[in-house]
Nanobody
């Protein structure tokens, strides 16, 4: 079992940057693939980025590709989401999630979730 805690959200102006962190408990963090999702008010939770357990493969939503970077430090049991060139449309609650293998685009593909961190981008 994995417990996840996100941090690093906040209020930023358009064009600015934020780095989200997701700290995981448990000794098996390095065996989990990790993802970031986001959910804006009135919208469904959507995929943002994914990284495999070995950091060998990364995937991004088209809306964030080139602006966001996912990474992980297995020694620190932490996954990161570096967000640059932020836009008002990026405003949402951001969640990290963990899974073992399989598909990665849908929330139901993931077994464990954090509580989320709010990101607000002002215009």
């Amino acid at each position: 079992q994995v417990q996840l805690v996100e941090s690093g959200g906040g209020l930023v102006q358009a064009g600015g940057s934020l780095r989200l962190s997701c700290a995981a408990s448990g000794r098996t963090f390095s065996s989990y693939d990790m993802g970031w999702f986001r959910q804006a008010p009135g919208k469904e939770r959507e995929f943002v980025a994914h990284v495999t357990w070995s950091e060998g493969t990364k995937y991004y939503a088209a809306s964030v590709k080139g602006r966001f970077t996912i990474s992980r430090d297995n020694a620190k049991n932490t996954v990161y989401l570096q967000m640059n060139s932020l836009k008002p449309d990026d405003t949402a609650v951001y969640y990290c999630a963990a899974k073992r293998g399989g598909l990665y685009l849908r929330p139901e593909d993931y077994a464990y979730w954090g509580q989320g961190t709010q990101v607000t981008v002002s215009s």
